[in-house]
T-cell receptor, first 115, second 111 residues
Framework: GAVVSQHPSRVICKSGTSVKIECRSL??????MFWYRQFPKQSLMLMAT?????????EQGVEKDKFLINHASLTLSTLTVTSAHPEDSSFYIC???????????FGEGSWLTVV | GESVGLHLPTLSVQEGDNSIINCAYS??????FIWYKQESGKGPQFIID?????DKRQGQRVTVLLNKTVKHLSLQIAATQPGDSAVYFC??????????FGTGTSLTVIP
């Protein structure tokens, strides 16, 4: 079946640095990718929706200059957390929607810890 | 639209019983809905989906019911097993190309 891969699965970075998380669709072309963050025992909060080749659409309250999203190809989207702070520590999850249908597949998530 | 950061409601069922997990969605224009299962520390796993032109869909041991009048979804799990213990989310796909998650329900199966 379709697989979405996220990398890294876990990352620790120092406060003030930037970290990039990759989301790849491995066996299908993803026209749309979604980025979420999730705090413990809470639901997934949609951060932004990105379509290949165009700018991401950010949800209200999400800083686009802080969470840079790039969807340069049909198989890769990246989320860069810039000038990370401890409050950015969270579980970040991407999902991808293929060209052929509405089924949406999720990556395994990336744990970010900012120290 | 968006899910809110509420703490998860919980549901405990005895092994072998049927489980019913409910979800209210927000956008009457949403036309596609998916139920996901999430185990601790992992990404969501697809269970079953339903389009707005249907009111019921069955899978293996699972059934999704859609009531568009009251914007309500339910997931029924037959003969619940310990491996079904997880957090369950409904998600709505709106015509604005956004994909929002509901609050979620934590299911615990008691052996």
């Amino acid at each position: 079946g379709a697989v979405v891969s996220q990398h890294p699965s876990r990352v620790i970075c120092k406060s003030g640095t930037s970290v990039k998380i990759e989301c790849r669709s491995l066996d299908f072309q993803a026209t749309t990718m979604f980025w979420y963050r999730q705090f413990p025992k809470q639901s997934l909060m949609l951060m932004a929706t990105s379509n290949e080749g165009s700018k991401a659409t950010y949800e209200q309250g999400v800083e686009k200059d802080k969470f840079l999203i790039n969807h340069a190809s049909l198989t890769l989207s990246t989320l860069t957390v810039t000038s990370a702070h401890p409050e950015d520590s969270s579980f970040y999850i991407c999902s991808a929607r293929g060209i052929s249908g509405n089924t949406i597949y999720f990556g395994e998530g990336s744990w970010l810890t900012v120290v | 639209g968006e899910s809110v950061g509420l703490h998860l409601p919980t549901l405990s069922v005895q092994e072998g019983d049927n489980s019913i997990i409910n979800c209210a969605y927000s956008n009457s224009a949403s036309d596609y809905f998916i139920w996901y299962k999430q185990e601790s520390g992992k990404g969501p796993q697809f269970i079953i989906d339903i389009r707005s032109n249907m009111d019921k869909r069955q899978g293996q041991r699972v059934t999704v019911l859609l009531n568009k009048t009251v914007k309500h979804l339910s997931l029924q799990i037959a003969a619940t097993q310990p491996g079904d213990s997880a957090v369950y989310f409904c998600a709505e796909f709106s015509t604005g190309n956004q994909f929002y998650f509901g609050t979620g329900t934590s299911l615990t199966v008691i052996p």
